[in-house]
């Protein structure tokens, strides 16, 4: 995600999107886990972290200019119980905020572990 301007008040969102399942009234109805954690590109500012297992994950933050991770970790592979299968992630701000649909991946459990020990040393404090 880019931001173009300091002091930017953004409020990121990731929502598992549904539909009515009227069939489905008498049964729970049930979203997959979700975390969102936010970094800057680089790795070495965390910003925030949130997990739920409720329709949709947000958080505001103010964020300076510059080039920001968010990374989400869904457990759609050990849920397969689970009604949604897709999710919708969106920004509202005060100024620009672009999402950089070129260079949406899709890491392999070895690559997302790798990713998610970084943004977590960091949020501890330590050197990376």
């Not at 933050?61 to 999710?87: F, Q």
Request: proline share 2%; charged share 30%.
């Amino acid at each position: 995600m880019t931001v173009h301007k300091n002091s930017t008040k953004a409020f990121l969102e990731i929502t598992q999107p549904d539909k009515r399942n009227y069939s489905k009234l008498d049964e729970p109805y049930e979203y997959s886990m979700m975390q969102m954690f936010v970094t800057s590109e680089n790795f070495t500012q965390f910003l925030t972290s949130e997990k739920t297992y409720c329709k949709t994950v947000h958080k505001g933050l103010k964020l300076d200019k510059g080039r920001y991770i968010i990374y989400v970790e869904i457990d759609w592979y050990l849920k397969k119980k689970a009604d949604v299968d897709s999710i919708v992630v969106s920004a509202y701000s005060n100024y620009k905020v672009d999402f950089d649909t070129d260079n949406i991946t899709y890491p392999d459990a070895t690559i997302a572990s790798g990713i998610v020990d970084r943004i977590l040393l960091h949020k501890r404090g330590e050197v990376i």
